[in-house]
């Protein structure tokens, strides 16, 4: 059974920083690893993406600059780090992978900024 474990999220104040990581059980982000999230009351939006080479990776606007994708060299674990963070980064943060046949979703880890 495919599992995937996301970590790292926690309450933190305007500027701050945290590193979400996501955990691969039976299987690899060697296709692609994406970050969503979902704030209250608003519909889930793409964060970062990463493809399978690794040689492209994209972000939301409202990130760019301020968050990083990134894999571990076994695939096993996909990163978000989140710099200067903002009020509206408050969300329930997703990590997310699969192939042509299957689309997995981790449980989701809450990050709060607030001061």
């Known amino acids: 059974q495919v599992q995937l474990v996301e970590s790292g999220g926690g309450l933190v104040r305007p500027g701050g920083s945290l590193r979400l990581s996501c955990s691969a059980s039976r299987y690899s982000f060697r296709f692609f690893g994406k970050w969503y999230r979902q704030a209250p009351g608003k519909e889930r939006e793409l964060v970062a993406r990463?493809?399978?080479?690794?040689?492209?990776?994209d972000y939301a606007d409202d990130v760019k600059g301020r968050f990083t994708i990134s894999r571990d060299r076994y695939y096993h674990t996909l990163y978000l780090q989140m710099d200067s963070l903002k009020f509206e980064d408050t969300a329930v943060y997703y990590c997310?992978?699969?192939?042509?046949?299957?689309?997995?979703w981790g449980q989701g880890t809450q990050v709060t900024v607030s001061s």
């Open positions: 990463i493809n399978g080479s690794g040689d492209k990776i």
């Open positions: 997310n992978t699969g192939d042509r046949d299957h689309d997995y």
